[in-house]
């Protein structure tokens, strides 16, 4: 099982909320402090065809967290003291033929939160 030796502020996302002024805005739950570990994704030279109706999506950062972490689109994270924003739904690994890692890898983009 790959070991989770590092601490991350996970905030869940919550949907609207409203600022000082009252006005509606979009809200996140306090960082609970998540076991989990990271690194920069590897820049390998790419073939990729350019080809109209695909979006294409950077990942900054993998992240990887216990299968039991509560993860979806749009949480933030923060490592290091900088923000990320999970990128779609984490990826499961738990459902295999012969493995379960009980591991989940999550995708990462940097964000500046201001």
Not at 71 to 100: A, K, L, N, S, T
Request: glycine residues 10%; negative net charge; aromatic residues 8%.
């Amino acid at each position: 099982m790959i070991p989770l030796p590092f601490t991350a502020g996970l905030r869940a996302f919550i949907g609207s909320a409203e600022d000082d002024l009252g006005n509606p805005t979009e809200g996140w739950g306090t960082a609970v402090e998540t076991s989990a570990v990271w690194w920069t994704p590897s820049s390998v030279a790419t073939s990729e065809q350019k080809m109209a109706g695909h979006d294409r999506v950077v990942v900054d950062l993998v992240m990887v967290v216990d299968s039991a972490t509560a993860v979806g689109p749009r949480d933030r994270v923060v490592i290091d003291g900088r923000d990320f924003e999970v990128i779609g739904y984490p990826e499961d690994f738990d459902h295999g033929p012969w493995w379960q890692p009980g591991r989940k890898p999550v995708n990462l983009r940097r964000i500046e939160v201001g």
